[in-house]
């Protein structure tokens, strides 16, 4: 039961994948976002190595809670990848401040400008699985 977490942004993609438990998410590196037939072949190429059995696409809504402008490119992002999926669940989750939190770790950590460049989206993609997987823990524990 691995996951696919995709972080997209208009360089950068981050990926990050569960591990077969759906305790722990794990980054992988970036996909360009560049050229968007190619960033969807890479990512539909992770999804198939990875055996995912779900892709969750981190959804930027403004602070209040409204969709802009970059929540619709990335709703029709996540229709186009749901679309070359072939029927794999493909879900928009709440990305707000994951990619603050992922800036200010790396701050802490003292990272170069440029390995922060390179990491952000990763860690946030990492960050919005992560929550993702505790949730679903907590969830079960419940039942």
């Given at each position: 039961m691995r996951?696919?977490?995709l972080?997209?942004?208009t360089?950068r993609?981050?990926v990050?994948?569960?591990?077969a438990l759906?305790?722990i998410?794990?980054g992988?590196?970036?996909v360009?976002a560049?050229?968007p037939?190619?960033?969807?072949?890479?990512?539909?190429?992770?999804?198939?190595?990875e055996?995912v059995?779900e892709?969750?696409?981190?959804?930027?809504?403004?602070m209040?809670?409204t969709e802009?402008?970059?929540?619709a490119k990335?709703?029709s992002?996540?229709?186009?990848?749901?679309?070359r999926?072939?029927?794999?669940?493909?879900t928009?989750?709440?990305e707000?401040l994951t990619t603050?939190?992922?800036v200010?770790?790396l701050?802490e950590?003292?990272?170069?400008r440029?390995?922060?460049?390179e990491?952000?989206?990763?860690?946030?993609?990492?960050?919005l699985?992560q929550?993702?997987?505790?949730?679903?823990?907590?969830?079960?524990?419940l039942s």
């Amino acid at each position: 039961m691995r996951i696919l977490a995709l972080d997209p942004g208009t360089v950068r993609i981050g990926v990050a994948v569960s591990d077969a438990l759906g305790m722990i998410a794990h980054g992988r590196p970036h996909v360009p976002a560049a050229d968007p037939g190619k960033a969807l072949r890479e990512i539909e190429r992770i999804a198939r190595e990875e055996e995912v059995s779900e892709v969750v696409v981190g959804f930027p809504l403004q602070m209040d809670g409204t969709e802009g402008i970059a929540a619709a490119k990335v709703r029709s992002f996540a229709e186009t990848l749901r679309a070359r999926l072939g029927g794999l669940p493909v879900t928009l989750r709440d990305e707000r401040l994951t990619t603050a939190r992922a800036v200010r770790a790396l701050d802490e950590a003292g990272a170069s400008r440029r390995v922060r460049r390179e990491s952000t989206d990763r860690i946030a993609a990492q960050l919005l699985l992560q929550g993702l997987l505790d949730e679903r823990r907590a969830g079960a524990a419940l039942s």
